[in-house]
């Protein structure tokens, strides 16, 4: 026998699934163009190419915003990141290339809009970029220039070294080793049409790829909408427990499959009355935090290295979380 409540909670749940799928479909595969665009013209060589002229302080600034605006997913952006190291940019400078990247992107901004308004994608995307800046320049501070491994990368046809060596290479072996479609190489000799082509063409594919992920976290947050009681998820994350968005911080790595698919459960637990800090915290610890994030960091960092990356991602998620729950609370 079916308990009471049940079949109205599972109608609940669908319906809110349809809501959620067709708000963030058109999102998805529109910021999907916009990233294959921006891959088209702006590829890993030529980040590389703009940051290895910059110094500590402004360079940090510049870090930051390329993280944010270049549609590198992990394993692109580790391979960016030993070239600006093996090219001398300094730690700092790298380390906010490094937090802006998987932080804050083009997906993340229009599925933020879509679900949670103008307001707070604007202070989210704010608020994270200052953090990244802020922090490369503290990390920038310390020699930390010993942690980092003597590696060779092979990616997007190139191979890349953190001891300043770059040659030739007919691979793309840690792009395919990561599984990750959307990194490979891009043309510098196609026209605007060809290049507006093969970004239509990526949307699509990529949206492809990343809809079991999507379709997943919005199947997680339709159910905690219609099946799991508010009440239950105030006690464990609500304004009435002082550690919610620390927990929350370290919460979301363990569970991340995409950050696509984490924002639609994000967006539920809003609903059920989380507060947005908190969420954020959750959001941020498991884009930053993720255990194939780690991973492919591993190949770069020593141990305590890959420590203070992870210390550091907790903290932002934390502070930004608290600053949207205290100082934003009224605002948004």
Not at 61 to 71: K, R, S
Not at 129 to 151: C, P, Q, R, S
Not at 156 to 162: F, M, N, S
């Amino acid at each position: 026998m079916i308990p009471p409540g049940t079949e109205a909670a599972l109608l609940d749940s669908w319906d809110y699934f349809l809501h959620l799928a067709m708000v963030l479909t058109p999102l998805f595969i529109g910021a999907s163009f916009l990233v294959g665009l921006a891959q088209e013209y702006l590829p890993p060589e030529r980040v590389e190419e703009m940051l290895r002229a910059r110094d500590h302080g402004s360079g940090n600034v510049l870090a930051a915003g390329l993280g944010a605006v270049t549609p590198f997913c992990s394993c692109s952006t580790v391979p960016v990141l030993a070239g600006l190291l093996g090219a001398g940019a300094p730690t700092g400078m790298a380390f906010s290339f490094l937090l802006a990247s998987p932080i804050v992107n083009w997906i993340a901004v229009f599925l933020l809009f879509g679900l949670f308004g103008t307001g707070v994608t604007v202070a989210y995307v704010t608020t994270a970029l200052f953090a990244a800046i802020v922090a490369g320049l503290v990390i920038g501070t310390f020699e930390l220039d010993g942690y980092i491994k003597d590696v060779r990368i092979t990616a997007g046809g190139r191979e890349i070294a953190t001891d300043g060596g770059a040659t030739p290479s007919d691979a793309s072996k840690a792009a395919d080793a990561a599984g990750c479609s959307e990194c490979g190489t891009t043309a510098t000799n196609r026209t605007h049409k060809e290049r507006v082509a093969a970004a239509g063409e990526g949307a699509l594919s990529f949206f492809r790829d990343t809809l079991p992920y999507i379709a997943v976290g919005i199947a997680i947050g339709a159910l905690i909408h219609g099946a799991v009681p508010a009440e239950f998820l105030q006690r464990i994350a609500g304004p009435g427990n002082p550690l919610a968005t620390p927990i929350a911080a370290l919460a979301g790595a363990p569970i991340y499959v995409s950050l696509s698919g984490m924002l639609p459960i994000a967006h539920s637990l809003t609903e059920a009355g989380i507060p947005i800090g908190t969420v954020i915290a959750f959001v941020i610890g498991g884009a930053g935090i993720s255990i194939p994030n780690l991973i492919l960091l591993n190949k770069l960092f020593e141990r305590r290295l890959l420590a203070i990356y992870a210390t550091t991602v907790v903290t932002i998620g934390i502070t930004v979380g608290v600053l949207f729950n205290t100082v934003f609370a009224g605002l948004l």
